[in-house]
T-cell receptor
Framework: IAGITQAPTSQILAAGRRMTLRCTQDMRHNAMYWYRQDLGLGLRLIHY???????GKGEVPDGYSVSRANTDDFPLTLASAVPSQTSVYFCASSDFGGAGELFFGEGSRLTVL | GQNIDQPTEMTATEGAIVQINCTYQTSGFNGLFWYQQHAGEAPTFLSY??LDGLEEKGRFSSFLSRSKGYSYLLLKELQMKDSASYLCAVQDSNYQLIWGAGTKLIIKP
């Protein structure tokens, strides 16, 4: 089934540990995004990539890093997790460099203790 | 600063009509999106407006007034499955999406 796959679906993590959330799309979209969603707040952009080989910082990039080695994959890494990074993380992709609709993965629920 | 405002929660009756409002203040404007998000699931695209006026798509319609910084999503013939959060998002001058916090819609029988 075409779309975006995120892994893991859910994870409990000790503070200070390193964690990578994986995201893969098979729609050949050029743009990809990582958002976090917290109760009472809108989706907040962490990092984005308009095309393979390039990345940019969003609204809340601190504590996170990304890479875009190819069109399909866009992993998000937490170098040293902190409790404030407890959230639901959504990966998304779009065509036309962001001018089109976003397609979202099913989300990764991360709890940092 | 950039800001999107929408009501936190609304309640409506099955079979009725509900209008969810969204007002925005952003640095430039390149379109407004509405997404639906069921609890525990990912957002899914509903509509896109870039010009003033009404866009109709089945039971759902979306309206835009750029001069007023205002949009609404109109849902007709409400069904229980329409219980969800509805997210308003505006694309600014850099084509970055600014998101509202979402409106939780509760449908009662």
């Amino acid at each position: 089934i075409a779309g975006i796959t995120q892994a893991p679906t859910s994870q409990i993590l000790a503070a200070g540990r390193r964690m990578t959330l994986r995201c893969t799309q098979d729609m050949r979209h050029n743009a990809m995004y990582w958002y976090r969603q917290d109760l009472g707040l809108g989706l907040r952009l962490i990092h984005y990539s308009n095309t393979a080989g390039t990345t940019g910082k969003g609204e809340v990039p601190d504590g996170y890093s990304v890479s875009r080695a190819n069109t399909d994959d866009f992993p998000l890494t937490l170098a040293s997790a902190v409790p404030s990074q407890t959230s639901v993380y959504f990966c998304a992709s779009s065509d036309f460099g962001g001018a089109g609709e976003l397609f979202f993965g099913e989300g990764s629920r991360l709890t940092v203790l | 600063g950039q800001n999107i405002d929408q009501p936190t929660e609304m309640t409506a009756t099955e079979g009725a009509i509900v209008q969810i409002n969204c007002t925005y203040q952003t640095s430039g404007f390149n379109g407004l999106f509405w997404y639906q998000q069921h609890a525990g699931e990912a957002p899914t695209f509903l509509s896109y407006n870039v010009l003033d006026g009404l866009e109709e798509k089945g039971r759902f319609s979306s309206f835009l007034s750029r001069s007023k910084g205002y949009s609404y999503l109109l849902l007709k013939e409400l069904q229980m499955k329409d219980s969800a959060s509805y997210l308003c998002a505006v694309q600014d001058s850099n084509y970055q999406l600014i998101w509202g916090a979402g409106t939780k819609l509760i449908i009662k029988p």
